[in-house]
């Protein structure tokens, strides 16, 4: 019936994402070493795929697919199994251990047998990437009842150990790098299930994986608290300054420091936002994984839940204080930016009414002026038009004389006045229609 139903495209996908790097069941004894490489950021996340293809193509195996994301292989004389993570990638070796099948207490070193030591040390020299996480885990039958680890083994002062899987095994770790470079985890067989085995074995591998991995944001986050002071004082500084601050020009100096300064912790906030979020969400992991061990208390030894929470999470308590400073000086600085953004845009509101007050007040002028102006031209004008009327009066005959003509010149300074007036007032409407209409236009506009 579901072959005639159209299935949604990512359903494969999706469905695929519950079972992708399964567990795997492990037949003890058995010796594993563990690697988690970090690439540069940026960096060809296929060089790894292709270096493992070498290996295949020198043990004669078939090499996996090219991007493939997790690969098993059986070579012989040990087994791979790759994980291509976010920001790493995974490789487990997987050894057999024929010589010591049974865990004795007086034996000698568990970490004598290694699974690594059986990988062409050329291939290994030249892995993609950075090692961040390496580690050896031992993985030995003993007796029903836990056994201390040989003496050596561990650092007894950083020793954490506990029952696992209701008594079904046991832990022994230092969290500490060996001679070698390794950490060390040694599980003791008390009656494991294959299958519960390599779930436990994986277990603890991911937990010393991703311990590291959550570790990688506190140098940054120390680092940032370092600076995180010294913006925190200047603001101080600057906040306090505010008050007294009364010129246009020193409100803008003001300003612009502030603004430099929020830009300074926004760059440090998406700096180390990434690196912050993804230290939480692998703290987050290594508490899921060691939640599926069940461990139990042994006498005398944390726990390594324990353990870890006594040193691991005031790490990350660090990482995450230090991304709520950078939020809490973000918002702070932002405030502060905001309040004087605000006076400086009052200020220049008060200064530009002052220079449309005193516009305003030359438009006045000029206005008064212009009038005079008229005004006299109205007499000037007048006065040249009644100059030319005498000229052609005068050589008129008249009844009386003289007299008539300047009777006659009388009654039109008046009436020449008017109409020169009328012609000025004209002209000038006629002027300013036209710019009116242009105003209006570009408020339209």
Not at 18 to 37: E, F, G, N
Not at 141 to 163: K, M, V, Y
Not at 207 to 223: G, V
Request: hydrophobic share 50%; with cysteine; glycine share 8%.
């Amino acid at each position: 019936m579901i072959q005639h139903l159209p299935p949604h495209p990512q359903r494969d996908l999706l469905t695929g994402e519950l079972h992708a790097r399964p567990a795997l069941p492990l037949a003890t004894p058995v010796a594993i070493s563990r690697l988690a490489m970090v690439g540069a950021p940026g960096g060809d996340r296929g060089a790894a795929i292709a270096h493992l293809a070498l290996l295949c193509r020198r043990y004669g195996v078939t090499p996996p697919a090219v991007g493939a994301d997790f690969v098993l292989a059986d070579f012989g004389a040990f087994r791979l199994r790759y994980e291509r993570h976010t920001e790493f990638d995974g490789w487990t070796f997987l050894r057999p251990v024929f010589e010591r099948p049974v865990f004795e207490a007086e034996a000698e070193d568990p970490f004598a047998t290694t699974a690594i030591a059986a990988v062409p040390t050329d291939w290994l020299a030249a892995l993609p990437g950075h090692t961040l996480v390496a580690a050896h885990i031992a993985v030995l039958r003993g007796d029903a009842a836990p056994e201390a680890p040989p003496p050596g083994c561990f650092t007894e002062d950083n020793l954490a150990g506990a029952a696992l899987a209701g008594g079904a095994a046991t832990a022994w770790t230092d969290f500490r790098a060996g001679p070698d470079g390794f950490s060390r985890i040694l599980l003791q067989d008390h009656g494991l299930t294959p299958a519960l085995a390599g779930r436990l074995a994986q277990a603890l591998w991911e937990i010393e994986t991703y311990r590291l991995l959550a570790l990688l944001a506190l140098p940054p986050a120390r680092a940032a608290s370092a600076e995180l002071g010294r913006a925190s004082e200047r603001l101080a500084a600057q906040t306090a300054r505010l008050s007294g601050l009364h010129e246009l020009q020193a409100e803008r100096e003001a300003l612009e420091e502030l603004s430099e300064l929020a830009t300074g912790i926004e760059q440090l906030a998406a700096a180390t936002a990434d690196r912050f979020s993804a230290s939480l969400a692998y703290h987050a992991l290594v508490g899921q994984r060691l939640q599926g061990l069940r461990e139990e208390r042994l006498a005398g030894l944390p726990t390594l839940a324990e353990y870890l929470e006594r040193r691991l999470d005031p790490a990350l308590a660090t990482v995450a204080a230090t991304g709520t400073r950078i939020a809490s000086l973000s918002v702070r600085c932002g405030r502060a930016v905001d309040l004087l953004r605000a006076r400086v845009a009052v200020a220049q509101e008060a200064q530009t009414q002052k220079l449309l007050a005193a516009m305003a007040e030359t438009g006045h002028a000029q206005l008064r002026l212009q009038e005079t102006v008229e005004g006299l031209s109205v007499a000037g004008i007048s006065y040249y038009v009644l100059s030319l009327a005498a000229y052609a009066l005068k050589p008129l005959p008249w009844p009386i004389g003289s007299v008539q003509v300047e009777l006659a010149l009388a009654v039109l300074v008046p009436v020449v006045a008017a109409l020169v007036w009328l012609r000025m007032r004209r002209r000038r409407r006629g002027g300013a229609a036209p710019f009116s209409a242009k105003s209006s236009a570009a408020r339209d506009r």
